[in-house]
């Protein structure tokens, strides 16, 4: 049995200890919104925040989660899509297919929780996640424009 806070909601779920965190979310919490992209954590499409870190959940055991940690997941970022990286997806249209865009969502939301005001140079060394669409160029404007909105709305 493992006592998981997901989105806020502390939750007891029966699962083996080895159970990779994006299986638990899926399958025990129904919360199907990380993706599994490749299993081997490389391309991000399984990212969720533990403690406000992106992690990769595909590689990440039930059982590597301590029980005062807190895992949030895309359906836990906003529950109205009102955070500012999800604004800024929508107004710069940045998904193509869209099947990256969680972990895509989740790794530029650690980001800015770590460094407000980002460069190019972080965008590139912490959002290394894969899209096979190629919207990169769009990923870093949108993760700008966040940013942005983020320091508007903390001044105000």
């Not at 993706?35 to 499409?45: N, R, T, W």
């Not at 530029?108 to 190629?134: F, H, K, M, Q």
């Amino acid at each position: 049995m493992a006592r998981l806070t997901i989105n806020g909601r502390t939750r007891e779920i029966e699962v083996d200890p080895e159970t990779p965190l994006l299986w638990v979310l899926r399958e025990q919490a129904g919360l199907t919104g990380t993706k599994f992209g490749c299993g081997v954590a490389q391309c991000g499409a399984c990212t969720v925040l533990i403690d406000g870190v992106a992690t990769r959940s595909c590689t990440m055991p039930a059982s590597a989660i301590a029980q005062d940690q807190q895992i949030v997941t895309i359906e836990g970022l906003s529950e109205d899509g009102s955070h500012p990286v999800q604004q800024a997806w929508l107004a710069l249209d940045v998904p193509q297919c869209g099947y990256c865009q969680a972990g895509m969502i989740m790794a530029a939301a650690a980001l800015l929780n770590s460094t407000p005001t980002p460069s190019d140079d972080d965008i590139s060394a912490e959002i290394t996640n894969i899209c096979r669409c190629g919207t990169y160029n769009r990923v870093r404007a949108a993760i700008k424009l966040a940013a942005e909105t983020m320091s508007t709305s903390q001044k105000g």
